[in-house]
C-alpha cells in the first residue's frame, strides 16, 4: 500500500519570502507520478505542480518548484516570492502508473501567507 | 461549463435518510472519480469510472455508498441509511484519458455533507 506523509499541519511566511512545504512517501512501485495541489477555501482542487518518477529533474512551474529525492522518497514543494494569493491549503498526493488513476493524499498542508 | 460540476453545494440530511450528489465532468473527459474528504484531512479515494465502466470501487466504505455513471458522462453518488460519520466533502474529478494516467483530473468544489 502507498502513503503520503505530511509533517507539518501549519505553516506561514511574510510576503516576498521563500517557503518550503515537505511530503514523504511510501510505496513499492518504481512507476509513479507526484503531484502537489492547492485548495484554497473555495474547495477546488487546483493542481500547482507535478513529477514524473522517471525524470531526474525537478519540475518547475513559475515561482513553484519541486525538490525530489527518490531514494529518500522525499518530495518537497518550495514557493518562492510568496504571495497572499498562495494562503490556501496544501495536499501532496501520488498516483501509481497505470493503475486507473487514482491519487493518494496526504493530510495537508495549511499555509498562511502573511502581509 | 469549463469546469467540473457539482451539486448540491451543501447537503443537509438527518440520520437515516438516502442522499444523492450529482457530478457533471469536463465534456469529453473519459475518467471520473469521487473521493470523500473529512474536516481537515486530506481527500480519500472511493472510486473510479472509465467512461459508464465502474473499473474502482475499492474505496467505497460500506455497501451503504453506491456511485453510477450510466451514459458515461454524469456521475451520482447515493448513500443510503446516511450516518454522522459519513459527513464529509465529497470531491468529484475527471481527466481526459483512462489508465495511462497522464492527463491532470480536474475537480470540482466539491459537495459538503452534514449529517444531524
Known amino acids: 500500500a502507498q502513503t503520503v506523509t505530511q509533517s507539518q499541519p501549519e505553516m506561514s511566511v511574510q510576503e516576498a519570502e521563500t517557503v518550503t512545504l515537505s511530503c514523504t512517501y511510501d510505496?513499492?512501485?518504481?512507476?509513479?507520478?507526484l503531484f502537489w495541489y492547492k485548495q484554497p477555501p473555495s474547495r477546488q482542487m487546483i493542481l500547482v505542480i507535478r513529477?514524473?518518477?522517471?525524470?531526474?529533474q525537478n519540475a518547475t512551474e513559475n515561482r513553484f518548484s519541486v525538490n525530489f529525492q527518490k531514494a529518500a522518497k522525499s518530495f518537497s514543494l518550495k514557493i518562492s516570492d510568496s504571495q497572499l494569493g498562495d494562503t490556501a491549503m496544501y495536499f501532496c498526493?501520488?498516483?501509481?502508473?497505470?493503475?486507473?488513476?487514482?491519487?493518494?493524499f496526504g493530510q495537508g498542508t495549511e499555509l498562511s501567507v502573511k502581509p | 461549463g469549463a469546469g467540473v460540476s457539482q451539486s448540491p453545494r451543501y447537503k443537509v440530511a438527518k440520520r437515516g435518510q438516502d442522499v444523492a450528489l450529482r457530478c457533471d465532468p469536463i465534456?469529453?473527459?473519459?475518467?471520473l472519480f469521487w473521493y470523500q474528504q473529512a474536516l481537515g484531512q486530506g481527500p480519500e479515494f472511493l472510486t473510479y469510472?472509465?467512461?459508464?465502466?465502474?473499473?474502482?470501487k475499492s474505496g467505497l466504505p460500506s455497501d451503504r455508498f453506491f456511485a453510477e455513471r450510466p451514459e458515461g458522462s454524469v456521475s451520482t453518488l447515493k448513500i443510503q441509511r446516511t450516518q454522522q460519520e459519513d459527513s464529509a466533502v465529497y470531491l468529484c474529478?475527471?481527466?481526459?484519458?483512462?489508465?495511462?494516467?497522464?492527463?491532470?483530473?480536474?475537480f470540482g468544489d466539491g459537495t459538503r455533507l452534514s449529517i444531524l
Open positions: 498526493a501520488f498516483m501509481v502508473y497505470n493503475q486507473g488513476g487514482k491519487l493518494i
Open positions: 469510472f472509465q467512461n459508464e465502466a465502474q473499473l474502482d
Open positions: 510505496t513499492s512501485e518504481n512507476n509513479y507520478y
Open positions: 465534456s469529453g473527459h473519459v475518467s
Open positions: 513529477q514524473e518518477a522517471y525524470k531526474q
Open positions: 474529478a475527471s481527466s481526459l484519458v483512462g489508465i495511462s494516467s497522464n492527463q491532470p483530473q480536474h
